[in-house]
């Protein structure tokens, strides 16, 4: 474990960013005490599976109600965009 003061972790972010590759890089503060800096991984989830889910739910219900929105033909996307904003 790397254990380092947010003043030489600012100096040096791309050192400790890369050490946290392989290593426990942990950042001390005074004023917002300390913190473990870890890399994301691809299946690292960066919103809550239960938020996710509901928010899923959501949207196929409004779907099945008939809450869509459909572009027009000859509409661009930016019409389209406008027209949605609008309408809400």
């Known amino acids: 474990m790397v254990v380092v003061s947010s003043r030489e972790f600012r100096a040096n972010q791309r050192k400790y960013f890369s050490l946290a590759r392989t290593n426990d890089v942990v950042i001390t503060s005074r004023t917002f005490g300390n913190y473990k800096l870890i890399p994301l991984k691809d ?23 008939g809450k869509v929105h459909r572009m027009k033909e000859g509409e661009t996307v930016d019409e389209f965009l406008g027209r949605m904003i609008s309408e809400d």
Do not use: F, P, V
């Open 43 to 65: 299946e690292d989830m960066l919103i809550d599976e239960s938020k996710l889910d509901a928010k899923i739910k959501q949207g196929i219900a409004d779907y099945e109600a």
